[in-house]
């Protein structure tokens, strides 16, 4: 009796365990299964250059790139106090209502949001606020919302895009590391309870193809182990996104997955738009039986976009084209015009830098009157409804009218080799 007893119980506990899953996207083998049980392609965007800034979406080419050399440039130009002001209506600006809607819209099924930890070091701090309004908006339009860690403590590139210090120190500095796995958890455990959200992707584009930088590829795995066995701690169910090292491309950094619900994604721009191009992504995906992701591409003309979106989905491969909106530009959902006298504002902040030119950047300071126009002209222009949608770029991505219900692909029949 007990015996029997114990196996109802395991068999209760199971079938718990699976209702509980399917509340949530989660993998089953190579495939995505949706929160109504059936299989899921990913089509989506990502919010990039939202709460992490980056100069070539503000046409700033030569000058400064990450969002703390850019959020100094506004403190140089209007004072700490109105910076403040500034950034505040910025991201509250930026990414609104009206854009959830306009991307569900045009047929994307998920957003991936880029974060910057300095958002989110206390459970009420203002990235919080701004990310549950994209849950919220997101579950209202039936779209899945993907937390990506653009700029991570210590940063994981050393490039412009983690604002940190020009080296890759989160895998060096266990300080930076604690610092990262404690976010994860307290990201897991404030949204362990959404379907909305469809996963976590603990590091965007880790360890660059720098000369040297390749010891770093050890570190990465381990360090993936850490941020998941944090998240699994307080979150069963949600995704784990892993990119590979050299901007989320070496996958020879992976041994066999660690956690049932694992998505391992890769980033191609460059690359030629064909079935050669995901060769290895193919053959990892077949050697270990799991859903693989195209999290970044684009910045491109639309027949590439469209191209290798047609291969991508050829293969089964769901993707997440970069980025949902910049200034002046066809590679992207939307775009803004440039305010009035942009220009003078981008020779200035072509300018060197240092102490020891401020005397000579005060004589080629524009007039305090057209800074301050400027810029109250660039927060009304990133307003959706000042906005305009690149509607090539669109049709290249999404090329048939989409319904409500998120879109479903029929399990590959042929392993590729």
């Not at 004072?79 to 509250?92: L, S, V």
């Not at 590979?244 to 950094?253: K, L, T």
Request: proline share 8%.
């Amino acid at each position: 009796m007990k015996i029997a007893r114990l196996a109802l119980t395991l068999v209760a506990f199971t079938a718990l365990s699976a209702a509980a899953q399917t509340r949530f996207v989660h993998t089953d083998g190579r495939n995505l299964i949706d929160t109504h049980g059936k299989l899921l392609l990913l089509r989506g965007t990502s919010l990039g250059n939202w709460m992490v800034p980056e100069g070539y979406m503000w046409r700033l080419e030569g000058g400064p790139q990450s969002p703390t050399e850019i959020e100094r440039l506004i403190t140089e130009l209007i004072g700490p106090t109105r910076a403040a002001a500034f950034w505040q209506q910025y991201r509250d600006t930026y990414i609104t209502q009206a854009d959830i809607h306009a991307i569900h819209a045009q047929g994307f099924n998920v957003v991936r949001v880029p974060l910057h930890w300095k958002f989110f070091q206390t459970d009420n701090a203002e990235g919080f606020r701004l990310l549950d309004r994209v849950v919220n908006w997101s579950r209202a339009e039936g779209l899945y919302v993907v937390l990506d860690l653009h700029a991570a403590p210590g940063g994981q590139t050393g490039a412009n895009i983690d604002d940190g210090d020009g080296y890759p120190w989160l895998f060096r500095d266990e300080g930076a590391q604690q610092q990262t796995i404690a976010l994860w958890q307290r990201l897991a455990r404030h949204y362990a309870n959404s379907p909305t959200v469809l996963g976590y992707e603990p590091l965007n584009e880790p360890i660059p193809n720098y000369p040297g930088l390749e010891t770093l590829n050890p570190s990465l795995e381990p360090l993936y182990r850490r941020i998941a066995t944090a998240i699994r701690a307080v979150d069963k169910h949600h995704t784990i996104i892993l990119g590979g090292a050299q901007w989320d491309n070496n996958f020879d950094v992976f041994g066999p997955p660690f956690d049932p619900n694992l998505i391992y994604t890769f980033h191609r721009y460059t690359a030629p738009p064909t079935q050669e191009t995901l060769t290895k992504y193919l053959a990892f995906r077949d050697r270990y039986n799991v859903p693989i992701w195209l999290g970044e591409s684009g910045e491109n003309v639309d027949t590439w976009i469209a191209t290798f979106r047609t291969v991508l989905e050829a293969n089964n491969i769901g993707w997440c084209f970069w980025p949902y909106k910049k200034m002046q530009a066809t590679s992207a959902v939307a775009t803004f015009v440039p305010p009035p006298n942009w220009d003078a504002i981008v020779t200035f902040a072509k300018l060197p830098r240092t102490m020891a030119d401020v005397k000579s950047r005060q004589h080629q300071r524009p007039p305090q009157p057209l800074i301050e126009a400027t810029l109250a002209a660039l927060l009304t222009n990133i307003r959706f409804a000042e906005s305009n949608l690149n509607p090539g770029y669109i049709h290249a991505l999404i090329p048939q009218p989409q319904t409500s219900t998120p879109p479903s692909l029929a399990p590959q029949q042929t392993p590729h080799s």
